[in-house]
């Protein structure tokens, strides 16, 4: 009698120490988000690199677009405005540094026939740059020129750099359109600092500088 009241008890009291869900929890799906998390994690993952690769382009095309445009002001400083792509040759001078003294031909007590080249004064230490793509073929002192820089551009023309202060560059060197070849001076038979450039072309006889930058599209 006692135990068949019992009984029941038990079976009571055992079956509520067996591991019933959460209340409000359905078991048949109590399961499935603890499944989805590690797939939604590593999705996550993956989009995050994803925007941490392309934060990274963007940021590289910004540097880019920033040297570009530095670029591009450096050339326009050097009298070239067209597209980048399109650049051949510059002003060995910055447009802004400089005035024209002497022109070519013009003749008088400083030179001994003509004026065989273009005069552009500028300050003491103001930096030359290679008007064209070349090799530079002479570097020294040539007696009236003073410290002259001869660079050869790719179609044999001759460009003299005169009365130098300093050259930056060595003779059998390659150098770029814009960059850096020599220091404006005041060296060999001259009366202020002072560019003297002469343009030859196929390393002949010399020709109006003005004429020929003119028909590059660049005006010194
Ligand atoms: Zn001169």
Redesign the pocket.
């Known amino acids: 009698m006692i135990l068949g009241l019992v009984a029941p008890f038990l079976l009571q009291a055992a079956a509520s120490a067996a591991p019933f869900p959460e209340p409000g929890v359905d078991p048949t799906t109590a399961a499935q988000p603890a499944a989805k998390a590690p797939r939604m994690a590593r999705l996550e993952r993956a989009v995050r690199a994803r925007e941490k690769a392309l934060a990274q382009i963007y940021q590289a095309a910004d540097a880019r677009a920033e040297e570009i445009g530095e670029e591009m002001a450096r050339l326009a400083a050097l009298g070239y405005t067209g597209e980048l792509a399109d650049l051949t040759h510059v002003l060995p001078l910055p447009v802004a540094s400089y005035y024209l003294s002497?022109g070519y031909g013009e003749t008088g007590p400083?030179?001994a026939t003509i004026?065989?080249?273009?005069?552009m004064v500028a300050p003491l230490g103001t930096t030359l740059t290679a008007i064209g793509d070349g090799t530079i073929t002479s570097v020294g002192d040539a007696g009236p020129y003073g410290l002259r820089t001869v660079l050869t551009l790719g179609d044999g023309t001759e460009v003299w750099y005169?009365?130098q202060e300093a050259a930056v560059v060595d003779s059998g060197a390659t150098v770029e359109v814009g960059q850096p070849i020599g220091v404006l001076g005041s060296t060999g038979n001259s009366t202020g600092p002072?560019l003297?450039?002469e343009i030859r072309p196929d390393g002949g006889s010399h020709v109006d500088p003005v004429a020929w930058f003119q028909a590059l599209g660049l005006q010194p």
């Open positions: 002497a400083h030179w004026h065989t080249g273009l005069d005169c009365h002072h003297h450039l």
